[in-house]
């Protein structure tokens, strides 16, 4: 194996074009069904982190003799602090899936990859081995497909959340001061205003997800990284298709991103109309 | 005008943050009346804002009460004239307090009138038309009715808060709740909110009103309050509390304002 650049080398890589182009469409395919996956998931999500489901703050309020505890005191006003106060708000499906958020977040996505895909997939749901568009092993993508989702599930929450978050406190307070309900508030006020923020956020995450699909291949799914080991294994050269996977990734993600920091720029334009 | 509170009865109100470390709001009572202008005056941090944002529950009270229109709004329930538990709906009558804030608050993303309209159109259910053409009249009164098609950003301060104001105005609220509406406004605008706030007070309109604009209070209030610590110091005329301050406080307070 030669480590060297050789410039004549790159005419060895020719007929394997078409892996290359089969590879392409897999990374883009894959990256599109994550973010549809993480999307949905990510609404979700962040549904259930926001909800009030109080348990113990319901108990109180329906049995105010027996967990009144959970709201007043004994001189009965109530608590701003404290761990009856903390118990009275805990929410524990919020808690769930801020637990899920967390983990996600801090584990490698390979690690969860091989879970799922050792652990999951082949123990419960065997996928029968056919092939999608005639190239694609579904056994293998799918699951692939699957981790990435459930992965940027949770960096699309963290985004929704703090895009939410973002927007003045102000304007929920003017906006509830009118009538509006908390829904309503949500609808017309906050989210219209918080998806400035949270829409360059997601196309970013899509460019993130086109390069960490690159860890699609260890379980087998043969991207564009699928397509630089079958040349390798052939000719014994891996700078040359290396390059040229390098480039397929480029020309993805550099473009998708100038379209983002325009649109980024457009909007905030908006802002001083 | 009656001499008990015939709107809003407020008792003992608290509000206490860190267990009663701070205690913003310790034990205020008082009666509003249909058609009362009520200023609210005090030193910075002794709970006007506090008092004012209980009385929408845009604060939660920890103890006390707050009846609106004979339903107490800080309980989950009451009794109905049946004797049945019904459900207080918060929503339901925040509509009838409209707010004024101190940074205006108006929604960026909207144009004015669609700013005026959201709310009766939203939560009303008015027809769509008939609400643009309440805001346009509403926008006239206060010279603004050329600046419908406007964003927010577009507009100076003082008109931000006419237009702030109308807004409320269009939910036909049966009082105004006014934080320091005027006090993040160059000096030169102060003039035209406070005039349109006159003209409200002239029609009748049950005003709140937390201010530092002591002519106002003077003028325009009927009744004027004097908080300090969160508590209910003084309460009088305009003449009784700028005449004759009883209260140390309030002498102390109105030496370093007037
Ligand atoms: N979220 C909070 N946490 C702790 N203390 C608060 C909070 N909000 C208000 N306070 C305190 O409550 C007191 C009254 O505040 P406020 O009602 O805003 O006063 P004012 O409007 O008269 O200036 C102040 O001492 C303030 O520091
Ligand atoms: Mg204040």
Not at chain 2, 120 to 140: F, H, I, Q, R, T
């Amino acid at each position: 194996m030669s480590n060297f650049i050789k410039p004549e080398n790159f005419s060895l890589i020719l007929p394997y074009i078409e892996l290359f182009q089969q590879g392409l469409i897999v990374t883009v395919l894959l990256a599109a069904c994550t973010v549809l996956i993480g999307f949905v998931l990510a609404i979700v999500l962040a549904v259930i982190r926001m909800s009030n489901f109080q348990p113990f703050l319901m108990l109180a309020r329906a049995f105010p003799g027996l967990f009144g505890f959970f709201e007043y005191d004994k001189q009965g006003n109530k608590l701003d602090s404290g761990f009856a106060y903390q118990l009275g708000r805990f929410n524990p499906f919020g808690f769930l899936a801020t637990a899920y958020v967390e983990v996600m977040r801090s584990t490698p996505v390979l690690v969860q990859m091989w879970v799922i895909y050792y652990g999951v997939f082949k123990v419960f749901f065997t996928i029968p081995r056919f092939k999608m568009l005639g190239f694609i092993s579904a056994d293998r993508f799918i699951p692939c497909a699957v981790t990435l989702g459930l992965n940027s599930a949770a960096y699309l929450c963290e985004i929704i959340r703090s895009g939410l978050q973002s927007v003045d406190g102000g304007q929920t307070e003017a906006a509830r001061s009118l009538g509006l309900k908390q829904m309503q508030n949500l609808r017309y006020i906050v989210l219209p205003q918080a998806l400035k923020n949270i829409l360059p956020a997601i196309a970013n995450e899509f460019v993130v997800i086109i390069k960490e699909s690159a860890v699609a291949y260890t379980i087998g799914v043969m991207d564009i990284m699928g397509a630089v080991n079958a040349v390798k294994s052939a000719n014994s050269i891996i700078m040359e298709p290396l390059i040229v996977a390098a480039g397929i990734y480029f020309c993805l993600c550099f473009p998708a991103s100038k379209v983002i920091a325009y649109v980024e720029r457009r909007m905030r334009r908006g802002d001083v109309r | 005008m009656a001499t008990y509170g015939d709107l809003i009865q407020v008792r003992d109100l608290k509000k206490y943050y860190n267990r009663g470390a701070i205690k913003a709001l310790d034990g205020v009572s008082v009666d509003i009346s249909k058609g009362d202008v009520m200023v609210v005056i005090g030193p910075s941090g002794s709970g006007k804002s506090t008092f004012l944002r209980s009385l929408n529950l845009l604060e939660e009270p920890t103890a006390g009460s707050i009846v609106f229109e004979g339903v107490d709004i800080t309980k989950k329930r009451y009794k109905d004239g049946d004797g049945k538990l019904v459900k207080v709906d918060i929503d339901q009558h925040r509509q009838k307090m409209g707010m004024v804030f101190q940074h205006f608050n108006l929604f960026p993303h909207m144009t004015i009138l669609d700013n005026m309209t959201l709310a009766p159109v939203k939560v009303k259910g008015m027809d769509k038309k008939d609400a643009e053409e309440k805001a346009l009249a509403l926008l006239d009164r206060v010279g603004l009715k050329d600046r419908a098609g406007a964003y927010p950003i577009q507009l100076s301060g003082g008109q931000k808060q006419r237009v702030a104001i109308v807004r409320a105005l269009c939910m036909e609220p049966e009082v105004m709740l006014f934080d320091e509406p005027t006090s993040a406004l160059d000096p030169e605008m102060v003039g035209e909110v406070l005039d349109v706030m006159k003209e409200l007070a002239r029609e009748g309109m049950t005003m709140v009103v937390v201010t530092h604009e002591m002519g106002f209070a003077r003028e325009v209030g009927n009744r004027v309050l004097f908080m300090d610590g969160g508590k209910l110091l003084e309460e009088g005329s305009p003449t009784d509390i700028f005449e004759h301050p009883k209260h140390p406080r309030l002498q102390d307070f109105l030496g370093k304002v007037l």
